[in-house]
Every structure is written in structure tokens, then in C-alpha cells.
């Protein structure tokens, strides 16, 4: 049990690849768990029902054990505030809700999709910034009864003040004043019945007991919703602490789009994960040259949640590389080295059925290397090379892996089968024979034109490993067509 009474959280959205910054965040939360004598807890937001995955959550789940992080309560563990998935709780929400709207403070929406994308589109013709224009607050009670009564689909959106602004004082930004005419009217249960982001959020986080929440500082904007919901329904917020941004050395956010994210991606590329902790927890402490190799228990002891910069944290790749050499060399015997290469080497089986793969392809062992490396390589080294030898030109092999590089996204279980479903059914949009499509993408992956299976390959591979050779593939051959 917490000896302070401090309780924080992690709350993922398992929508996609864990991303480094879920890391960055969980492991401030870890770490001020850890400088409080607290408690540390994971939840699962999935009210996004149409994107959120059984596959997806176990990789959050996969992904943070991997990173060394432990927590008390969650989806997997239980714990005496569950269930710990907001799918789960889907009635827990609804009173707050109507309380809320009995009390005067939300409201019934019945303004239809294309009703608010017609008031959208007329306040950016109009210069104004998008929000919902109250036409359905001003109903009359009789007729919001007798159009629930009816059937009638419909939300709940929530009353916010005209004038003045919400104060509040966050553990980074200090003192903090968001006027209130620039905060919209949330919808707060959407017409399914489940509840939005920020309704499930307050809620849980007032059952869970949470006393301390912790994220980006993307989420300091919707603290005034946060805090005039937990006023209505009469609760005490909790602290709030809105952590800097990762952020590329351009000062742009870290994204998918520019840079790999993924946890898997360096889990995938032999990093060690008490490295990228290392890599991650020397934002949040200060220290003297010379000490950046800290354990996860060092870095707890050195934690100062008092003393965290507003400045942008930036994600150097080459400080990370350094700081995996120096584990590698100087933190691992040779015997813990050699376990370690084992056990990442088979990971999602790369090795193993790797090599599986390639015993029909093969007339000798030593051809094992040149044929199935690339399973194991931080880059395939494409050049324009590479892609020389392939019958469809720069200007079509191009367009073949950008759009397949944009259309895997839409896959939302990664494996062998819907793999080669989804590129089926792209060289049919392009109308493409299927064996037109495949040689530039047995080269973007494997960086040679004889390889094993592409399908199971990719599989293997994973999903971030895909993505950036992709990437890297479309750089090559951007190049490729503008030197023509």
C-alpha cells in the first residue's frame, strides 16, 4: 500500500505502435511513484472503440514490461479500483453524466453530423475558431423530453462560463490563466452512450484515486474542461503536471511521420531498455558531466519533480546510441551480452522462423547471412542501386511504395494474413498485377532483390521496422527521380 497516499497513472489509448513519448510519461510517473512512497497504475482508455484493439493494448502492456516499468494495479494485475480498461466501465460514467445534466450544467445535442460540419465550415470561412455555437442549449425542456422520449440519437455536451478565465496552478507551467471563451462546450457522452475522453478521464481518475496526474503539456489546454467538470460534480481535482513535448532537434514534435517512435521499433533494433530509461529519465533530474549512466533506481533517487524544465525535451538519436554503447560495454559481462543478443535475436521470432523461411531457398549455410540478414540489421544500406535492376521504373516503383507505405497504416492486426490482403487489394486500386507491386518491396525490406517470403517477412519484421525501411526506401527513390 502507498506510504504517502500519492497515486498516479498511466493512461494509453491502445490505438496504434506504443510510442516512446507513452514511455517518456509513464516513466515520470514511475519515477515520482517511486520519490513518494506511491503507487503506480495503468489504465487502458479505449472509449475510441473504433480504432482500439486487443492487439494494440497488448503491445502497450508488452511494451512498458519491456521498458522495466512495474505497476501496482492495471488490466492485467486487478487491483481494488477496477475494472482498469474504460470499455469495461461503461456504466460507471452515465450518473456522473446525468447529474450533470439535472444539475443544469450539461446538456442534450441533438445537432446532426452534418449539421455541425456546415457550422464548422462557415466559421472557418468566417475566420473564427471552430466550436460548437450553443444551438441546442436553449431548448425547452419539453421538447428535449419528448425527442429523448422518441428515440431521437443524440449527446451531452457540457455548459461552460461566458466570461472570465479558469486559474489554476500546475507542478511546471506555475501559474496558469486559460480564458473561458476559448474553450469549447465538450461533448461528454457521445450517442452510443460511452463517454469522451475528458468525461472518462475525470471520473476514473476520482474513483481511482488518483492525486497526482501527470502528461503532456498537448493536454494543458483542456485543463479548464477537466476542472469545471470535477466543479459540477462536486469532486477535488488533483494535482496537475504538464510535461514538455519530445521533440525532434528542428524543435518539431516526434512523429511517425519524421522519425521512428515506436518502442518496438528500438526494442526491434537491439537497444537496451535500460538505456532508452537512461536515455528518457535524464530529462526529468540534473546532473553533472560524467553521470549520465544511471539505473532506474539511480534515477529515482535523483528525481526532482520540483525542478522540471519548460524547455522542449529532445529526442537525439546519437546521445541514445552513446548511452546504449556505454551499457553494452560497460554494464553487461560478456555472459549477460551474449543472453542479451539471444534473447533479442528471437524476438517476435525473428531468428527462428526466420530461418525457417529460408531452408528452401538455400544451397549451402553460408548463403544464410546474405539472404536472411536483413532480419537482424538496423539499415539494409539502400542506395539508388539497390533498385536499379527492377523492371518498373524510379517513377512507378516510387508510387508503388508510397502508396503501400500509406495503406499498411490502415491495417489494424499485423500478421501474414492481412498483410497480404491489404496488398492485394492495393495493387487492385492500382491496378496492378500483384507481381509488379512485390519486387520493389522485397527490396525496400530486405535491401535485395532474392529474399525470403515477403509476406511473413513483414510479419516478422514488425510493423515500425516496415514502416521506416519503407520510409527510407521513399527517400531513395525521391532522390532517384529528381536526379533525372
Keep these: 500500500m502507498t ?46 472503440a473504433t480504432r482500439s484493439t486487443a492487439e494494440f493494448e497488448q503491445k502497450v502492456l508488452d511494451a512498458l514490461k519491456w521498458c522495466g516499468l512495474e505497476w501496482s494495479e492495471g488490466p492485467d494485475v486487478g487491483g481494488p479500483y477496477g475494472p482498469y480498461r474504460q470499455s469495461e466501465r461503461k456504466d460507471t460514467y452515465r450518473p456522473f453524466v446525468e447529474k450533470m445534466v439535472n444539475e443544469g450544467n450539461a446538456f442534450r445535442c441533438f445537432c446532426t453530423p452534418e449539421r455541425l460540419e456546415q457550422m464548422r465550415e462557415a466559421q472557418r470561412a468566417a475566420g473564427k475558431p471552430p466550436g460548437y455555437d450553443g444551438l441546442c442549449l436553449h431548448l425547452k425542456a419539453e421538447e428535449v423530453t419528448a425527442r429523448v422520449a422518441a428515440g431521437e440519437p443524440h449527446v451531452v455536451r457540457m455548459k461552460i462560463p461566458t466570461e472570465g478565465a479558469c486559474e489554476f496552478h500546475d507542478g511546471v507551467y506555475g501559474d496558469v490563466s ?187 549455410l553460408g548463403e544464410l547471412p546474405q539472404l536472411a540478414g536483413f532480419m537482424l540489421a538496423s539499415d539494409v544500406g539502400l542506395t539508388p542501386a539497390s533498385f536499379a535492376g527492377l523492371k518498373t521504373s524510379p517513377e512507378e516503383t516510387l508510387e508503388i511504395v508510397s502508396t503501400v507505405q500509406a495503406d499498411l497504416e490502415k491495417i489494424l492486426e499485423w500478421n501474414v494474413e492481412t498483410i497480404e490482403a491489404e496488398l492485394r487489394a492495393i495493387s487492385d486500386r492500382m491496378g496492378k498485377k500483384l ?29 515500425s521496422v516496415v514502416r521506416q525501411r519503407l520510409k527510407v526506401a521513399s527517400q531513395v527513390l525521391t532522390s532517384m527521380v529528381g536526379a533525372k
Design 3 to 48: 506510504t504517502s497516499g500519492v497515486r498516479v497513472r498511466i493512461a494509453p489509448s491502445p490505438t496504434g505502435e506504443p510510442h516512446v513519448g507513452t514511455a517518456y510519461i509513464a516513466l515520470f510517473n514511475y519515477l515520482f511513484a517511486k520519490k513518494h512512497g506511491g503507487e503506480f497504475i495503468l489504465r487502458i482508455e479505449d472509449t475510441d
Design 178 to 364: 486559460i480564458p473561458w471563451e476559448s474553450v469549447d462546450m465538450q461533448v461528454l457522452l457521445k450517442a452510443d452512450g460511452m463517454p469522451t475522453y475528458h468525461m472518462a478521464n475525470v471520473v476514473d481518475d476520482h474513483l481511482m484515486k488518483i492525486t497526482h496526474v501527470a502528461r503532456g503539456e498537448e493536454w494543458l489546454a483542456s485543463v479548464p474542461k477537466h476542472i469545471l467538470i470535477y466543479k459540477y460534480l462536486g469532486l477535488e481535482p488533483p494535482k496537475f503536471m504538464h510535461l514538455s513535448l519530445m521533440r525532434n532537434h528542428d524543435k518539431s514534435k516526434l512523429s511517425k511521420r519524421k522519425n521512428p517512435t515506436s518502442i518496438s521499433y528500438y526494442s526491434a533494433l537491439g537497444y537496451l531498455p535500460e538505456a532508452l530509461m537512461n536515455f528518457l529519465g535524464l530529462f526529468f533530474i540534473q546532473i553533472a558531466e560524467g553521470e549520465e549512466l544511471l539505473t532506474m533506481e539511480e534515477l529515482a533517487e535523483k528525481f526532482d519533480p520540483e525542478n522540471l524544465s519548460k524547455a522542449g525535451a529532445i529526442f537525439d538519436v546519437q546521445k541514445l546510441d552513446w548511452l546504449n554503447g556505454r551499457w553494452l560495454r560497460e554494464k553487461l559481462t560478456s555472459e549477460d551480452f551474449l543472453d542479451r543478443i539471444l534473447t533479442w535475436a528471437s524476438e517476435n521470432g525473428r531468428l527462428t522462423e526466420g530461418l525457417k523461411l529460408a531452408q528452401s531457398r538455400i544451397s549451402k
Design 435 to 463: 507481381r509488379v507491386v512485390t519486387p520493389p518491396l522485397f527490396v525496400a525490406v530486405s535491401g535485395n532483390q532474392r529474399s525470403l517470403p515477403l509476406f511473413d517477412s513483414m510479419a516478422l519484421l514488425g510493423r
